[in-house]
Every structure is written in structure tokens, then in C-alpha cells.
């Protein structure tokens, strides 16, 4: 069911009792445990959920848009989709599936392909169309090859197919993988040793084939000896001719095409006279159309066929990567409280605001305590948005407490949220100048300046030390490849500038760094005491509400 519980009753809220139980202990922060793989979860969660006018979910709606990554706008005369596009970046990529080797456990979705788009293989403007688009929201926490997984699950999701769950903690390859991804011209039995060295049978060949090209086409510009000049239009100027008539909707129309021979047959890889190069056909037929036959039995188990084998493509990683908890929009679990900001003034008055998108809120006390205090947090229409599983509404909340008051997180319907509360960064007593432009996955955010950032961190220690150390970790351009890598050689001193009432240490640090917005948006600090871990992970100065 696509519209989960918790979204449909969120639809029917207008009011949110909030329920706080405080003692005389620490205070909270803004930050959530300084646990790297939560932060993962966190922003994963941020980036699908969160429908954002300038989000992923953005290029994919309607399901037959396409990005153009040189404009930063929809272009849709050149016959290109951008959700057929994010799939098969998954799908095709040299390094990032095919090329993977389970027995030696090398290759798998690592990106790689950001250094491989000039190989003969990796054919059209696809994987840069993507990855460009998947640049803007990259990250300390969120590598290019998670965003290539989630593109792919969004994709998915926004066409009218299947769930497909998500994880994270994928790493980035530094450098170009093996050649040898499977081409049109590829001999059947060579394409299906790949498949199989990648863990991936010759059925699951075929399903991963027929799953993967039930949207978008084959273009004349990309690949002429498939698809002739007279493809080309006004309205089709890169010449496609699609895989199925349906080529915005996520469905079983390709399958049946092919099996019962109407409509498109299953597309131009299957019908094209040039046999050198009808892959699509080799595929299908290689277990005399066995696998086929049996995905046209039902549109519901095409759908869960390929919910299946996209989630084993996109969790195929190399050895010694672990994966996070999966971030699941169908589970009431993983709704989470968002934009979460703390702040405390010298008198040590805190206020800690931010949204919630579910029914009642309870501050945990420490120490169990039972005096309780009640506020109201109210929802309106500029807090509505619509994503992939149906409508939510965010509740915004605003508590106010004394620094000598502590609690240990929020509970919200039986759903209880942590947070650390050592340090955090204080959003009232930080800033940025001049502000970034207004964030869009646009060019317009290339232009570089340079960024005077001033930040205030909150440290509760009764032994204060004379400074804490901030490393900086920033998007940054890297030869070859249209992907930044995330670079972490920047670091700043935050000196002690007083202490709060309530025993607060703050700490301060102005730092101008040259970078662009794009850049700027995607950088993140974490602060430490020298000698050990950071206690404050992943604030985001240019989006301080964490």
C-alpha cells in the first residue's frame, strides 16, 4: 500500500499535543547520537521523504521529465526520461554491478563509473545526466553510490512501481574499475558469465533485463546501428524508440509485448534488424523464454520479481562494506523528528524547535521524574507536502526550558528518538555571510564566493579546555569525473568564549572558505575535544537546523 498509516492519519491532523516531563539534570541537544551509521539513516531519510520543491523527487515528477543537467531545467524534446535513466545508471554501470565479482568480492555499486563514462561501453549522456543531478545532494554521510541506490528506488517509486528497500552506507571508489560491461554486440554467453560472476544466474539475467527496460527507449544518437535516423524528430531530437508505449509507467507492458508479439515486442533491442546488436532478444531467449513467460503471468509478480532483484543489484557492494538499517517510508519506525535546532543564551534559557509528523510528543526525563508540562504544536498548509507514499503533514513544535533541566530525547506515539547531549552547535549565536543562493540543482550554484562562516558551539563540561577542533568536510571537484569527492584537509580552532549559566562552555571560530553554493550546501563540520572523538558529527552550517 503505497499511502502508509501514519501518513493517513498525519492527513487528518490539525493538532499535536506535546507532553514534557523535566528534573534538574543536563539539558539536550539538536544532534542526534554521534552514531555515524543514525546520521546516514538521518539524511537518507531527509533526502526521501522530505518533498522538497528543489528535491530528487523533483526530477522525477512527472515520471516522464527530463533533467538537463546543463540547464538545470526539464527539457523534454530530446525524447529522454529521466527515471529510465537513474535505473539503468544502477543497472549499467561498468564497475557498479555488472563488473562485480562475488568471489573475489571486488567491484559492486561504488561509483566508479564517474571515472568510466568515456569508455566505448558506457555509451550517452545517461550516467553524467545522473550523477551531475546526484552531485548537488552528496555528502559527508550520503556517498554518490548511495544517491545512485536511492535514485533508483525514487525512480521506481515515482513511476508506479514496487517498494524497494533502501540502505546506506555505501563507499566511493577513488578511481576507474575493470572494463567489460556487457555491450549490444556482447556474445550471449559472455554477458551471462558476467551476470554470474557478479552472483546473478541467468534468470535473474533475464528479470534484471526485463525489470530495468520497462521504461525509456533506445536513442538514434547513442546507438545508430539499433535504432535508425528516421527515429529523429522535433519532438524526439535524439531519436528514441521506446521499449514499450508506456515508457513514463513501471509496468509489465514490455513483458507482454514480448511474449504475446504486440505492440513494441519488447522494444528496439529485440525487433532491430541489425542482429548483431538485438541483446534484449539473446537475453530473453537464453532459457527459451522460460523466465518471460513466467513474469507475464500476473502485473503483481512482475512488480515483486523486480522489487527483489533491484534490491539485490543496489545492495551488490564490495567486500568489506557494510550497509545501515534500512530506511523504510511503509514502517511507522522510521518517521523522524526533522529540522531539530537547539539553542542557548549566556543566561542559559534553551529552546529546542523543530517538526514532527505524527500524533503526540512526551520529553523524556532523565532521571523518570513525573511533573509534567503541555504545549500545543500546530500544523498548516505550508507544512503539507506530497511524496512518494501519499501526503504528510509536519507538526512544528517549540520547547523552552532552563539549561539546569535535562532530557534525553523525545517520545512521540511509543516512538522513542535520542539525542547526545555533550555538544552541539547554537544556531542564534551562528551565521553565514553573504547567504547562499536559494538551493536548486542548478548551475547557478557553481559560481564560487567566498563564505565568511561564524560558529558557536555549546560544550557541557565542568573542566572546559581552551579550544575544540573543527574539521570541515567539503564537496570538491575531482579530475575525471563529473562526481566531487568529499574532502576532509580543512580544519579550524574554536576558542573559549565565556560559559552559560547551567554549565555550558561556548566556543567560537570565524572561518571564510572559497567555495560554490553547491559546494557550501553539501559541506558539513564535525567538532571535537583534541585527542578524542567528535561529540558534535555532521552540522551542516549552511542548513543549521539538523
Same mark, same amino acid.
Given at each position: 500500500?503505497?499511502?502508509?498509516?501514519?501518513?493517513?492519519?498525519?492527513?487528518?491532523?490539525?493538532?499535536?499535543?506535546?507532553?514534557?516531563?523535566?528534573?534538574?539534570?543536563?539539558?539536550?541537544?539538536?544532534?542526534?547520537?554521534?552514531?555515524?551509521?543514525?546520521?546516514?539513516?538521518?539524511? *537518507?531519510?531527509?533526502?526521501?521523504?522530505?518533498?522538497?520543491?528543489?528535491?530528487?523527487?523533483?526530477?522525477?515528477?512527472?515520471?516522464?521529465?527530463?533533467?538537463?543537467?546543463?540547464?538545470?531545467?526539464?527539457?523534454?524534446?530530446?525524447?529522454?526520461?529521466?527515471?529510465?535513466?537513474?535505473?539503468?545508471?544502477?543497472?549499467?554501470?561498468?564497475?557498479?554491478?555488472?563488473?562485480?565479482?562475488?568471489?573475489?568480492?571486488?567491484?559492486?555499486?561504488?561509483?566508479?563509473?564517474?571515472?568510466?563514462?568515456?569508455?566505448?561501453?558506457?555509451?550517452?549522456?545517461?550516467?553524467?545526466?545522473?550523477?551531475?543531478?546526484?552531485?548537488?545532494?552528496?555528502?559527508?554521510?550520503?556517498?554518490?553510490?548511495?544517491?545512485?541506490?536511492?535514485?533508483?528506488?525514487?525512480?521506481?517509486?515515482?513511476?508506479?512501481?514496487?517498494?524497494?528497500?533502501?540502505?546506506?552506507?555505501? *563507499?566511493?571508489?577513488?578511481?576507474?574499475?575493470?572494463?567489460?560491461?556487457?555491450?549490444?554486440?556482447?556474445? *550471449?554467453?559472455?554477458?551471462?558469465?558476467?551476470?554470474?560472476?557478479?552472483?546473478?544466474?541467468?534468470?535473474?539475467?533475464?528479470?534484471?533485463?526485463?525489470?530495468?527496460?520497462?521504461?525509456?527507449?533506445?536513442?538514434?544518437?547513442?546507438?545508430?546501428?539499433?535504432?535508425?535516423?528516421?527515429?529523429?524528430?522535433?519532438?524526439?531530437?535524439?531519436?528514441?524508440?521506446?521499449?514499450?508505449?508506456?515508457?513514463?509507467?513501471?509496468?509489465?507492458?514490455?513483458?507482454?509485448?514480448?511474449?504475446?508479439?504486440?505492440?513494441?515486442?519488447?522494444?528496439?533491442?529485440?525487433?532491430?534488424?541489425?542482429?548483431?546488436?538485438?541483446?534484449?532478444?539473446? *537475453?530473453?531467449?537464453?532459457?527459451?523464454?522460460?523466465?518471460?513467460?513466467?513474469?507475464?503471468?500476473?502485473?503483481?509478480?512482475?512488480?515483486?520479481?523486480?522489487?527483489?532483484?533491484?534490491?539485490?543489484?543496489?545492495?551488490?557492494?564490495?567486500?568489506?562494506?557494510?550497509?545501515?538499517?534500512?530506511?523504510?517510508?511503509?514502517?511507522?519506525?522510521?518517521?523522524?523528528?526533522?529540522?531539530?535546532?537547539?539553542?542557548?543564551?549566556?543566561?542559559?534559557?534553551?529552546?529546542?524547535?523543530?517538526?514532527?509528523?505524527?500524533?503526540?510528543?512526551?520529553?523524556?526525563?532523565?532521571?523518570?521524574?513525573?511533573?509534567?508540562?503541555?504545549?500545543?504544536?500546530?500544523?498548516?498548509?505550508?507544512?503539507?507536502?506530497?511524496?512518494?507514499?501519499?501526503?504528510?503533514?509536519?507538526?512544528?513544535?517549540?520547547?523552552?526550558?532552563?539549561?539546569?533541566?535535562?532530557?534525553?530525547?523525545?517520545?512521540?506515539?511509543?516512538?522513542?528518538?535520542?539525542?547526545?547531549?555533550?555538544?552541539?552547535?547554537?544556531?542564534?549565536?551562528?551565521?553565514?555571510?553573504?547567504?547562499?543562493?536559494?538551493?536548486?540543482?542548478?548551475?547557478?550554484?557553481?559560481?564560487?564566493?567566498?563564505?565568511?562562516?561564524?560558529?558557536?558551539?555549546?560544550?557541557?563540561?565542568?573542566?572546559?579546555?581552551?579550544?575544540?577542533?573543527?574539521?570541515?568536510?567539503?564537496?570538491?571537484?575531482?579530475?575525471?569525473?563529473?562526481?566531487?569527492?568529499?574532502?576532509?584537509?580543512?580544519?579550524?580552532?574554536?576558542?573559549?568564549?565565556?560559559?552559560?549559566?547551567?554549565?555550558?562552555?561556548?566556543?567560537?571560530?570565524?572561518?571564510?572558505?572559497?567555495?560554490?553554493?553547491?559546494?557550501?550546501?553539501?559541506?558539513?563540520?564535525?567538532?571535537?575535544?583534541?585527542?578524542?572523538?567528535?561529540?558534535?558529527?555532521?552540522?551542516?552550517?549552511?542548513?543549521?537546523?539538523?
Amino acid at each position: 500500500m503505497r499511502l502508509n498509516a501514519i501518513a493517513k492519519a498525519k492527513a487528518t491532523q490539525t493538532l499535536l499535543s506535546v507532553c514534557i516531563s523535566f528534573i534538574a539534570l543536563r539539558s539536550v541537544t539538536a544532534q542526534y547520537v554521534a552514531d555515524s551509521n543514525a546520521l546516514i539513516v538521518k539524511e *537518507i531519510e531527509h533526502l526521501y521523504f522530505d518533498a522538497a520543491s528543489a528535491g530528487i523527487l523533483s526530477a522525477v515528477t512527472p515520471c516522464s521529465n527530463y533533467y538537463d543537467p546543463s540547464t538545470g531545467a526539464s527539457n523534454n524534446t530530446l525524447g529522454r526520461n529521466t527515471a529510465a535513466e537513474w535505473i539503468r545508471t544502477a543497472f549499467r554501470v561498468a564497475d557498479d554491478f555488472v563488473t562485480a565479482n562475488i568471489y573475489s568480492e571486488t567491484g559492486g555499486l561504488d561509483a566508479s563509473i564517474g571515472f568510466e563514462t568515456t569508455r566505448a561501453e558506457n555509451v550517452g549522456p545517461a550516467f553524467n545526466d545522473a550523477l551531475t543531478f546526484f552531485s548537488y545532494f552528496i555528502s559527508d554521510k550520503v556517498s554518490m553510490s548511495d544517491l545512485i541506490s536511492l535514485g533508483t528506488v525514487m525512480a521506481v517509486a515515482a513511476c508506479g512501481g514496487p517498494h524497494i528497500e533502501m540502505k546506506g552506507g555505501r *563507499i566511493d571508489a577513488t578511481a576507474a574499475g575493470p572494463s567489460g560491461v556487457p555491450e549490444p554486440e556482447t556474445d *550471449i554467453s559472455d554477458t551471462l558469465t558476467d551476470f554470474s560472476n557478479a552472483g546473478f544466474v541467468t534468470d535473474d539475467a533475464i528479470t534484471l533485463t526485463a525489470c530495468g527496460h520497462t521504461m525509456g527507449g533506445v536513442h538514434h544518437s547513442t546507438f545508430p546501428q539499433a535504432v535508425p535516423a528516421s527515429a529523429v524528430s522535433s519532438t524526439n531530437t535524439d531519436g528514441r524508440i521506446v521499449f514499450d508505449e508506456t515508457v513514463a509507467v513501471f509496468d509489465i507492458d514490455t513483458v507482454n509485448d514480448y511474449v504475446h508479439g504486440t505492440g513494441d515486442k519488447g522494444g528496439p533491442l529485440v525487433t532491430t534488424t541489425n542482429k548483431t546488436v538485438n541483446s534484449d532478444y539473446r *537475453i530473453y531467449n537464453s532459457d527459451n523464454n522460460g523466465t518471460m513467460t513466467r513474469l507475464s503471468q500476473s502485473a503483481s509478480y512482475f512488480e515483486g520479481q523486480c522489487a527483489d532483484i533491484f534490491q539485490r543489484m543496489i545492495e551488490t557492494i564490495p567486500g568489506g562494506v557494510s550497509l545501515t538499517t534500512a530506511v523504510d517510508p511503509t514502517s511507522t519506525t522510521n518517521l523522524r523528528p526533522y529540522d531539530i535546532s537547539l539553542n542557548v543564551n549566556w543566561q542559559g534559557s534553551m529552546t529546542l524547535t523543530g517538526y514532527f509528523r505524527i500524533q503526540s510528543i512526551t520529553l523524556i526525563n532523565r532521571a523518570g521524574a513525573t511533573t509534567k508540562t503541555s504545549v500545543t504544536a500546530s500544523v498548516s498548509s505550508s507544512d503539507t507536502g506530497n511524496g512518494l507514499w501519499g501526503p504528510t503533514h509536519s507538526y512544528a513544535f517549540t520547547l523552552t526550558f532552563q539549561a539546569s533541566v535535562g532530557l534525553s530525547g523525545l517520545e512521540v506515539s511509543g516512538q522513542n528518538f535520542t539525542f547526545q547531549d555533550t555538544m552541539f552547535a547554537v544556531p542564534a549565536l551562528s551565521s553565514v555571510s553573504p547567504a547562499p543562493p536559494t538551493f536548486a540543482a542548478s548551475p547557478s550554484l557553481n559560481t564560487v564566493s567566498t563564505y565568511t562562516i561564524n560558529t558557536t558551539v555549546a560544550y557541557l563540561t565542568s573542566s572546559p579546555p581552551t579550544s575544540l577542533t573543527a574539521t570541515f568536510a567539503i564537496p570538491m571537484p575531482q579530475t575525471g569525473n563529473v562526481s566531487p569527492y568529499i574532502d576532509k584537509s580543512t580544519t579550524a580552532t574554536l576558542a573559549l568564549i565565556g560559559k552559560t549559566t547551567g554549565g555550558f562552555a561556548l566556543y567560537s571560530a570565524v572561518t571564510k572558505h572559497s567555495v560554490s553554493a553547491k559546494q557550501a550546501y553539501g559541506s558539513s563540520m564535525d567538532v571535537a575535544v583534541s585527542g578524542q572523538a567528535a561529540a558534535l558529527q555532521f552540522y551542516k552550517p549552511f542548513n543549521s537546523s539538523q
